[in-house]
Antibody, heavy 124, light 107 residues
Framework: EVQLVESGGGLVQPGGSLRLSCAAS????????MTWVRQAPGKGLEWVSM???????LYADSVRGRFTISRDNSEDTVYLQMNTLRREDTAVYYC??????????????????WGQGTLVTVSS | DIQMTQSPSSLSASVGDRVTITCRAG??????VNWYQKKPGKAPNLLIF???TLQSGVPSRFSGSGYGTDFTLTISSLQPEDFATYFC?????????FGPGTKVEVQ
C-alpha cells in the first residue's frame, strides 16, 4: 500500500524559508515521479513542482527560482525547500505520486496517491 | 500555458440526481484530462484519467468523456458522499494546470 506523509509546515515570516518533507512507503521515490500541489485557503489546486525518476525537475512559474524539489533515495523521502516565501505561498501543500499511462499515453501523467497535506502560513 | 475553465462553478443537487460538470481547455489537448474530487480537510482523490478511464476503486457512477477542448464528468446517481468540489486537470504540457473547480452542494 502506498502511503505519503508530509511534514514541515508551519508559520513563517515573509522572506523566510521552510523545508517540507514527504515520507513515502510502499514505493521507491527513486523509481517514480513525485510532485507537489498546493491549495491556498478558499482557492483551487495549483501544481507546484515535479521530480522525475531520472532526476529532471520542473517548477511552476510562481515558484521557480525560490523553491527546490529534491529527494533522499535511502530515506524514500521527497523534499520541497521553499525560500523567499511570500504571503501568497500560504497554502496546504500536498505531495503526490505521479503515474503515467501506457502505450501511446506514455506521457499522460495523473496523480494517483496523495499525502494528507501540511499547512504553510506566511505571515508577519 | 493552457487555460482550463469549468462550469458551473457550483451547483445544488439532491441524492439520486444525475450531475454533469463541464471542463474546457484553451487549446486542443486530445484526451489528456484528469478529474479529481476534493473534500475539505482531505487530500484530492483521483477519479478519472485520460478523460474517460476510471481509476481503480472509484465507483462506476462516475464517468468521463470528451476530446480536444471539451470534457465532461458525470455522476449518474449522486450519493451523499459525493458532495465535494471537483477539479479537472490538463496533463498535456508539463504544467498540469487545474480548472477552478465545481462545488457540488446539497439542494
Amino acid at each position: 500500500e502506498v502511503q505519503l506523509v508530509e511534514s514541515g509546515g508551519g508559520l513563517v515570516q515573509p522572506g523566510g524559508s521552510l523545508r517540507l518533507s514527504c515520507a513515502a512507503s510502499g514505493i521507491s521515490v527513486s523509481q517514480t515521479y513525485m510532485t507537489w500541489v498546493r491549495q491556498a485557503p478558499g482557492k483551487g489546486l495549483e501544481w507546484v513542482s515535479m521530480m522525475y525518476s531520472g532526476g529532471r525537475k520542473l517548477y511552476a512559474d510562481s515558484v521557480r527560482g525560490r523553491f527546490t524539489i529534491s529527494r533522499d533515495n535511502s530515506e524514500d523521502t521527497v523534499y520541497l525547500q521553499m525560500n523567499t516565501l511570500r504571503r501568497e505561498d500560504t497554502a496546504v501543500y500536498y505531495c503526490a505520486r505521479a503515474s503515467y499511462g501506457s502505450g501511446s499515453y506514455f506521457n499522460l501523467y495523473y496523480f494517483d496517491h496523495w499525502g494528507q497535506g501540511t499547512l504553510v502560513t506566511v505571515s508577519s | 500555458d493552457i487555460q482550463m475553465t469549468q462550469s458551473p462553478s457550483s451547483l445544488s443537487a439532491s441524492v439520486g440526481d444525475r450531475v454533469t460538470i463541464t471542463c474546457r481547455a484553451g487549446q486542443s489537448i486530445r484526451d489528456y484530462v484528469n478529474w479529481y474530487q476534493k473534500k475539505p480537510g482531505k487530500a484530492p482523490n483521483l477519479l478519472i484519467f485520460a478523460a474517460s478511464t476510471l481509476q481503480s476503486g472509484v465507483p462506476s457512477r462516475f464517468s468521463g468523456s470528451g476530446y480536444g477542448t471539451d470534457f465532461t464528468l458525470t455522476i449518474s446517481s449522486l450519493q451523499p458522499e459525493d458532495f465535494a468540489t471537483y477539479f479537472c486537470q490538463e496533463t498535456y504540457d508539463n504544467l498540469w494546470t487545474f480548472g477552478p473547480g465545481t462545488k457540488v452542494e446539497v439542494q
